[in-house]
């Protein structure tokens, strides 16, 4: 186990509330989560030697029913549940998480008329007018912006345009990371140039720092690879099936 390694496992152990050495033994943990919902999706991490599944309270006894069925040790996937819940889910898009381990970054060259600059308050208006370019689908995955929760932002420039932003947020205490690119700019390397300096940015932040992207998501899994971040695995995710509610005929 890595330095790494050990820092994920720490911080999965805080944010999940549970001391690191039990995310060390293999097997499944479920989480009751009061946030969620009997609709809210069924979450599995990969965390150290541990499937954790996030569950809404009213959903919890039936995720354990399924994992008691299995050995103590045995890793709980999203196949089993399917197989295993008395209600019926729909499988969400798994989502690929990777981390940037100093040892292994390879930052990525700055494409020819390109501009790398960390971005500002007063960059707000150039990076709204950058994500209104993108499809909406493009703008909830990258999750960017500048300000606010985004901790710090890199804007990509050419012609005096954004074409890129790069951001970075907390997401359970790791430092998350987030990258947009201008449909009109694909195939440059603008995006993974702005996210490339973002990393540099962060290699002395205290967090790990982690690259969420799904799976089907091919342009985000080449610029994870480029930049030599280190896959752990991938979240999985079950949606219940609610029949919607009949109404009763009134008269």
Do not use: K
Not at 12 to 40: K, Y
Not at 44 to 66: D, I, K, M, N, Y
Not at 190 to 215: N, Q, T
Request: charged letters at 25%; a neutral charge.
């Amino acid at each position: 186990m890595t330095a790494v390694d050990v820092r994920i496992r720490a911080t999965w152990a805080r944010a999940l509330g549970v001391e690191p050495e039990l995310l060390a033994m293999p097997g499944t943990l479920v989480v009751a989560d009061p946030r969620r919902t009997a609709r809210d999706v069924i979450q599995l991490w990969p965390v150290g030697q541990r499937t954790v599944v996030e569950v809404a309270p009213s959903r919890r006894a039936a995720v354990e029913a399924v994992a008691r069925r299995r050995p103590t040790e045995h890793r709980m996937s999203a196949d089993d549940l399917l197989l295993g819940l008395p209600f019926r889910v729909q499988p969400e898009d798994r989502a690929q998480l990777l981390v940037l381990d100093p040892e292994g970054f390879d930052p990525l060259p700055v494409p020819a008329g390109t501009q790398l600059r960390e971005l500002t308050e007063a960059d707000r208006g150039a990076v709204v007018a950058c994500l209104r370019r993108c499809p909406p689908t493009e703008q909830e995955e990258g999750d960017v912006g500048v300000g606010g929760e985004h901790q710090r932002s890199v804007g990509a420039v050419q012609d005096g345009r954004i074409v890129a932003v790069a951001s970075v947020v907390d997401w359970r205490g790791f430092a998350d990371l987030g990258v947009v690119a201008d449909p009109e700019a694909r195939g440059r390397g603008v995006g993974g140039a702005a996210i490339s300096r973002l990393c540099e940015l962060l290699l002395e932040d205290p967090r790990v720092v982690l690259y969420r992207h799904r799976e089907a998501n091919v342009p985000s899994a080449i610029i994870a690879a480029r930049l030599g971040l280190r896959p752990i695995g991938a979240g999985e995710g079950l949606r219940p099936v609610v029949a919607p509610r009949l109404r009763r005929a009134s008269g």
